[in-house]
């Protein structure tokens, strides 16, 4: 959404709360948001759902811990494919929606490569299993490269708001 979209949304500094405060917990009862925005209950609860309406709240999801649930082994993979085509590109990525190891991929430029994929793993058997099994047999793919996570240095899944200070 470019700045001129934002700003046409009409976002106010409410908004703008509530916007972060959800980023930085999305459990937050209304009572408890509209308490840390200084908002009476009613009032707050409509933003949320204009929000909702206008499509700048997408879904709310709890962030796990991959270690402590035995996914110990992440990688970014660079996938080619062989022809670049709409039908082959949707059908790669139709295919790998259907990967529960696949937390990301994204369609990429000034690469070697037509997309970068964020995959976890329990270990080397089990992504060497998705890779082989799954991932290389994929009609199209014409290769595969990967790059494993040694650890990570930031994560954040909070969007800087600050530019749309009004």
Known sequence: MHNTQVNSLQLDRYDLQILRE????????????AERIGLSASPCL??????????????????????????????YVMVSMDKHTPDRFSHFE???????EVLE????TGMEADYLIKVV???MDHYQQFLLGTLTRIEGVSSVR???????????????????RR
């Open 105 to 108: 991929c994204c369609l990429i």
């Open 146 to 164: 990967s790059s494993f996570i040694l650890r990570p240095v930031l994560e954040s899944t909070q969007l800087p708001l600050e530019h749309l």
């Open 22 to 33: 959800l980023q930085r917990d999305a459990g937050l009862s209304n009572q408890d948001l």
């Open 46 to 75: 409509r933003r949320v759902r204009q929000l909702e309406e206008q499509g700048l709240i997408r879904r709310r999801v709890a962030i796990l811990d991959q270690r402590k649930l035995g996914l110990t082994l992440s990688a």
């Open 121 to 123: 793993a329990t270990d």
């Open 94 to 100: 139709d295919a790998l929606a259907k990967c529960p």
